[in-house]
């Protein structure tokens, strides 16, 4: 069975994926590892799912903003 918190990242990943068309899936989430962790070459090893949630809903956010048009 899933987790909860993986149905959501998992959600949360695809809509960022839809934002990001460009940037491969793995850059993607070594990326988010920084943001979660710390920027070190271990963080993608050293991050747990619940610590991606927030750093992914910020992206989105900023990624949105910076995409929606202006009125």
């Known amino acids: 069975m ?3 918190v993986r149905k959501e990242m998992l959600r949360l990943l695809e809509q960022l994926s839809e934002l990001t068309p460009d940037v491969r899936f793995g850059q993607l989430i070594a990326n988010l590892s920084y943001l979660a962790v ?5 963080a993608i090893w050293d991050m747990e799912d619940e610590q991606l949630l927030d750093p992914i809903r910020q992206h989105i956010s900023d990624l949105s903003l910076s995409q929606s048009p202006i009125a």
């Not at 710390?38 to 271990?42: I, Y």
């Open 2 to 4: 899933i987790s909860p």
């Open 38 to 42: 710390e920027p070190a070459a271990g």
